[in-house]
């Protein structure tokens, strides 16, 4: 239910926008987060944004450079990734949250399948 894209390879320093659709519910009544997950590591927040808009978080490592949003008339919230590093090569997942906001796995409902990123020269 949730489609994520925009994923891909890119050199160190570049930028990528990840988009997360939904076709079969209206993204705005969720709070909407992306994790990444790198070989051999465990799942990790990225960011969030609030229902509303109104809030977001980032993790440390990405503070700076990603920044997250929602465009309800497209139902779509995207990931915008600027000055890109090797260790934020991973798969991409968005996720959407009913009752939640934050950076916790266990408090999202919905996943996509993933988007990979590589960052490489």
């Known amino acids: 239910q949730l489609v994520e894209s925009g994923g891909g390879l890119v050199q160190p320093g570049g930028s990528l926008r990840l988009s997360c659709a939904a076709s079969?519910?209206?993204?705005?009544?969720?709070?909407i987060a992306w994790f990444r997950q790198a070989p051999g590591k465990e799942r990790e927040g990225v960011s969030c944004?609030?229902?509303?808009?109104?809030?977001?978080n980032y993790a440390d490592s990405v503070k700076g450079r990603f920044t997250i949003s929602r465009d309800s008339a497209k139902n779509t919230v995207f990931l915008q990734m600027n000055s890109l590093k090797p260790e934020d090569t991973a798969v991409y997942y968005c996720?959407?949250?009913?009752?939640?906001?934050?950076?916790?796995?266990?408090?999202?409902?919905?996943w996509g399948q993933g988007t990979p990123v590589t960052v490489s020269s």
């Open positions: 996720a959407a949250s009913f009752a939640k906001y934050g950076l916790g796995i266990y408090d999202y409902d919905y």
């Open positions: 079969k519910f209206t993204l705005d009544y969720y709070a």
């Open positions: 944004i609030s229902i509303n808009g109104g809030r977001t």
